[in-house]
């Protein structure tokens, strides 16, 4: 079935460092890879998406990368703040034709100052 | 500035019971979709709507249903709730075909 995996599902990094958050995808129809991120307590939140037509995309701190051969993607956080702390979610747009999202399980970020 | 509502934010409910979940969209979307949040096992699909009355179900429909009589509404319901029910519940919506989800803030269910 489809399936998205995510790793790692806790990650812990010093103020200004950088954190990669991978996932790999199994359906190779997904065609669109979007990342949310969820703060304690709040509703998800898209941060970036990807297409499969484009193989990275950065806004500021943030980018993502897809590699389609391999079904997988990236997050790459730069300069990390204590408020990039949350957990992120990335997910692969599923088979079913009105646009089900399939999400991986979640990666809990912690930013040390 | 919020889009989509969840009717609450906690809710206690004892095992047996009838559990309504509502959710409200004011962005004109198609699909709307209720997810149900675990630690450890991230977002799993309940059921979704693309369409008013219409719905289909998702990976983890049994014990649940859902109704859609308006198109900014979707509801779900817990015939009689189970401990195993006890989770945060998440509604989202989004376009026909488009492809990012708009959540709302969730509905964290206990069932004792």
């Known amino acids: 079935g489809e399936n998205v995996e995510q790793h790692p599902s806790t990650l812990s990094v010093q103020e200004g460092d950088s954190a990669v958050i991978k996932c790999t995808y199994s359906?190779?129809?997904?065609?669109?890879f979007p990342w949310y991120k969820q703060e304690l307590g709040k509703r998800p939140q898209l941060i970036i998406d990807i297409r499969s037509n484009v193989g990275e995309k950065k806004d500021q701190r943030i980018a993502v990368t897809l590699n389609k051969t391999a079904k997988h993607f990236s997050l790459h956080i730069t300069e990390t703040q204590p408020e990039d702390s949350a957990v992120y979610f990335c997910a692969a747009k599923g088979r079913r034709s009105q646009g089900n999202l399939i999400f991986g399980k979640g990666t809990k970020l912690s930013v040390k100052p | 500035d919020v889009k989509v509502t969840q009717s609450s934010r906690y809710l206690v409910k004892r095992t047996g019971e009838k559990v309504f979940l509502e959710c409200v969209q004011d962005m004109d979307h198609e699909n709307m979709f209720w997810y149900r949040q675990d630690p450890g096992l991230g977002l799993r699909l309940i059921y979704f709507s693309y369409d008013v009355k219409m719905k289909e179900k998702g990976d983890i429909p049994e014990g649940y249903s859902v109704s859609r009589e308006k198109k900014e509404r979707f509801s779900l319901i817990l015939e009689s709730a189970s401990t195993n029910q006890t989770s945060m519940y998440l509604c989202a919506s989004s376009f026909y075909r488009a492809q990012g989800y708009t959540f709302g803030s969730g509905t964290r269910l206990t069932v004792v």
């Open positions: 359906d190779s129809a997904s065609n669109y």
